[in-house]
């Protein structure tokens, strides 16, 4: 049971780890969006206020005054709820809000929240609210690391930026982890009540049985070295490598290596955070899409695990440093129900399209990890910190 | 155990249904191609006859002679393979070789292959190649169909035709099938050898055990009637009933009821192969993309099942007027292994962003259906004849 | 003063030439449109008919019964005037009416009109509007011809096809045209009434002076040697010879030569009406772009002439092999005004982002040309029989 | 003749207005570029510094070190002369260089350019190149103040912003210019040198005669309330008003209003420097495309003067508050040669698909505009300041 007094601390501390991520940008840094997965980092901000502004704040603090009427158009993701507007715009053309006033919302939202913890008695379903919008938060930040390297590693003066992580981990090796054929209970155990034990998604819940194969997972992610094997062999040049849709997303995008990768006089290097260096070798392969780890997987003979295979693994795995392609695709656990409200629109309505990743990574915050959490993008996605674990077939 | 003479047989029947589909067809009904998804006729008529000639008779025919040099070129669909042409082009752009053309190119294969089949020794590897070649014509006469009709259904004249198939069904009354939670098996049960049994598709193969929960599945499908319900009640019109991708498809192509619905003058119409009816409200509903089945699902507080829940409870079930959407993702079982060659191309490559229906339809000629067959679409194509079947949650 | 007798005449000549040009098609020929600009010649010989129906014999014969309720759907080009329909739909498309259709379509009208003409009382507009009728069907006549070229010349085949004219006309070395510098005038100068001469179009008519500078206009055309020499001094490889739009087309279409040109083994083959034929290096270039006539006369450091120099000098010249593209934007006359009605959207609602092409071609159809002809389309179209006159700087 | 104090002086005018454009920017504004028209004001001020340094300063500064190798790349708009780089990018996409880089690189090359000014000898053609240097400089000055007021005028908190002119401007009453039928002298007559009179751009100059039709232009510009009918009288839903290519325009972007007009509850708000306002109805309507323009007047039953008679008649108009479209195309003037070289690209690759304006606007630097100067833009664009004036058929 958590106390209130240190659910007011766990809000001070994911509202600064926020805002410590972004400590090293420029003003004009957070204001572009290169593509459309890609947020302005000041949009991150000013959305996550908006969550504690508009969900808790506004329904339950007596006479709150929003900070400014616009601002939960501008800072809003559920656009289906929002009516029609003089004006239709895109998160990467708006220079104002400022990021100062962006800041100020922050503040000012801290200070009303702070207030509101310190006095209020939370309800059941007001402490899970909280609970739901600092892992709300959390996964911004995973995404404003990642957008903000695609900012700086797509800008040609490649500069490198400091953040309250270290993006570069050795590996050491893991022995492989065998599974037996046999069942299997997945998905997160729920307990009586969502304040009785550690947070989880709507998405995760569901403890349900399985039946698997006997099957070995390799114990340790693919390398450089190895990707760049596939690489050098021209596996971006042979279909028959590749998934169908994965060929026609090479063959569009030209896709020549991982994401941030560049080979410049015959030697391959990457962005990273402290700048372009010479492609590591020993680190696990990174900012890889499904299509790739996919082929990746078939030109060794083997093949990705699935989402229940690694989570009845998990427990023998060293995992954390990539978020790890599965090849199971994000649908419901047996008996998933969607949640009423806006809340409700959390996870349910993107259970198509999108391949699930498990794991965590170097860009994950702290205690928002978990071996039953389900992660999960389109398979042409790679701006993430995503790897490959092989499966032996 | 299947005689040689009963294959010369089987041939004989198979490629005499191609050409008994077209023959109310006009002349310019076989060349047109009104989006990418649907082939023109002749291209269904000339590719399934390419197929015995490239992998039969060529390698297995000495000083066989092929039939036109070009032929190659404009019937294949495995693109990959073929290397650079002078001209790129579209199949609806083609308007040589004639209709008359592509019938003597299969008169000439025909009666090669029938030479063929009376004479030669058969291998069990040759005797599984024609089966695939027969399965795969058998594939394109439902695509043929399902072609001519939206060919004809987007035809300002609506023109009717004659079809060797009844389109109209009526629906009796069936049991729920229920089932009790445990362990299933699943997939095609592979005897010895591929002659051994019948016919079986790569991605069916491969019998393994899975675990499900207790579900019911409705003994009907979903019928007009009931769908009409959906339509009437504004549900193309409120997004929290579809997944994320499924509004955005229904507001970038305006959809507002199944395919081949019209409404004139307030009342419901439907284009069928007899020209325009109004909706029989006994029917199953038919022509719906997965994103329909999934929203009406969700409408009626249900879900789709999965192809696991639906194999298990095939034999309770009264399946065959309609593919049944599931919410199973078209993903490879359990130690599937993709096949050297360009029959190797089969199935595996296109185990990305598609659905998988189960059952068969009205449409699907006589002897191609089983309980085991993995049938599948992106979740957006409607044009084939797909229904709904719904699970209680 | 033509008299009535003439009409019918002229009618029954016009209407044949259009059915000679289609002589040597097979069904499918008439039937698809491998790009927009490329209307299916059935659907050429419709509108045609469906001109004379809706202009003439509708509001002229009392109790007239048109053909097909649907056709003036089908056939209409004049698409703003068109209602809501049911079904929006493509001209290549289309597989319904059958070419027989649309031949009994022109039947039946023939002899509407045969009867027509035999027994009215023309008023002076009727007249007139049988004149735009009949050179409005020879316009589509040219359009026929270059259409049936684009269908063939892009079918793998390549097949060739019998045509009521030559294509192939070698060229006699002609002296260049010298033009004082001064007053000239320029514009079909319409006598009182528009029966009272020859046919003009609304957009050339309007006799005005212009002020024109010393100038001499190349006397022959610019022949395929010269051009490839263009093409194999990398012409296309360097943007210093385009404008910036040129430059963009030759970038995304990957344009390397004039239309039909194909280099095989290292020579230079053109497709033409009779087939694949080594490219005569004596002939004018033909299908060649605004884009490509442009770059080519930079890179020679002349440039193309106005449409005023070219009519100026008109009589000094030797033409009607190929249209010529000028530099002259296509642009009303002084005094331009939009007739009323249908009829006067014909013209002016194209003067924006068109180039003018003065002359005719081997495909004009003959008494189709004159000195004030205005032809028009945008500078990236060249599948019609377009070529380079340059004049000196 | 100018002497060279004078043209120090010039110089640091010129600068000093492009930084007093900006100088209630906020950081973020400097940044964003909603549309592709439309550059990040940073993009200007280090183009228009770029231009100096490359230009000028490397070639004729012995042992100049340029300020950073990479913004050669970054803010040079004559993409066509630069190789291959690692990365390609989209001006709003950078973050980098910041805004206070831009004026760090600007201070450098001004101190290096006062340096050089005022020490060096300066040849005539070093000469011209400075002159068009400040005029280069003079036309992104107006592309800054419309592409700042297309970033606010966006953004849905539409803030107001000062700036170095009066963007209103009443509009007194002037009588029609008449023109009589004759011949007329247009263009720039250079005298011997260039240094010898003021400056002119490449393509004004070539004076040369024209003979004109006898002409009265309008000698008021359209108001807002004027066009207000045409809004009011279902203007933008006739296409028989439009050119075919502007109906095709409107109906796309669902274009219902000049840029920046917004009607809320029933009356017309426009956007303008100083926020949003009540449409003015006696000022000159303003940001209206050439399609708009051009399907106004003809709803008058009149039409846009040509670029000729424009000139012809300047001398008794009262010019400067709009842009004025006309009905001629961007074209080159008799006698016109692309110059050698990077400046030579300056104009005449632009010389297709654009429309020319003449006049000025209230944005136009002091200085900057004169009877013969000829602006081009594609008939769709409209965030210029650009309006329209008619002349009576």
């Not at 509202?15 to 890609?38: K, M």
């Not at 959305?47 to 969900?55: A, G, K, L, P, S």
């Not at 007596?62 to 239709?88: A, C, M, Q, W």
């Amino acid at each position: 049971m958590i106390a209130e007094q240190t659910l007011t601390e766990q809000y001070y501390r994911v509202r600064l780890h926020s805002e410590a991520i972004c400590r090293g940008l420029e003003t004009e840094d957070y204001v572009v969006q290169p593509v459309a997965d890609v947020s302005p980092p000041k949009w991150h901000l000013g959305h996550t206020t908006w969550f504690w502004e508009t969900f808790v704040l506004k329904p339950n603090v007596p006479g709150y005054r929003i900070f400014h009427d616009d601002f939960s158009y501008v800072f809003n993701s559920y656009y289906e709820t929002v009516g029609k507007r003089v004006l239709r715009t895109d998160r990467g053309n708006l220079s104002r809000p400022t990021v100062a006033g962006v800041y100020a919302y922050r503040a000012y939202v801290d200070e009303q929240m702070s207030r509101f913890l310190d006095t209020a008695e939370l309800s059941p379903d007001l402490h899970a609210l909280i609970l739901l919008g600092l892992n709300h938060e959390q996964q911004h930040q995973e995404l404003l690391i990642t957008d903000i390297k695609y900012i700086l590693g797509h800008n040609p003066l490649l500069p490198a930026i400091e953040m309250p992580f270290q993006e570069h981990q050795s590996q050491l090796p893991s022995p492989d982890a065998v599974l037996a054929e046999g069942i299997y209970t997945i998905g997160y155990h729920s307990p009586d009540s969502q304040t009785g034990g550690s947070f989880y998604f709507d998405n995760e819940v569901g403890s349900h049985k399985v039946y698997l194969n006997k099957t070995t997972l390799n114990g340790n992610l693919v390398t450089n070295e190895a990707y760049l094997a596939f690489v050098e062999s021209g596996g971006y040049q042979n279909f028959r490598h590749w998934l169908s849709d994965g060929w026609a997303w090479v063959k569009a995008n030209d896709i020549q290596a991982p994401l941030y990768w560049h080979r410049i006089d015959g030697a391959w290097w990457q962005y990273t955070l402290d700048g372009l260096r010479p492609v590591d070798l020993n680190a696990p392969v990174c900012h890889v899409s499904h299509y790739e780890a996919d082929a990746y997987a078939r030109w060794t003979g083997q093949r990705l695990p699935t989402e229940l295979e690694w989570e009845a693994a998990a427990p023998q795995l060293n995992w954390g440093a990539r978020w790890e392609w599965t090849n199971s695709a994000y649908l419901p656990y047996p008996g998933f129900v969607t949640a009423e409200g806006a809340v409700g629109e959390y996870n349910g309505k993107f259970m198509s399209g999108q391949m699930v990743l498990r794991g965590a990574s170097v860009a994950t915050p702290e205690g928002h990890s978990r071996a039953t959490y389900r992660n999960f993008f389109q398979p042409d996605k790679r701006w993430q910190y995503t790897g490959i674990r092989v499966v032996k077939n």
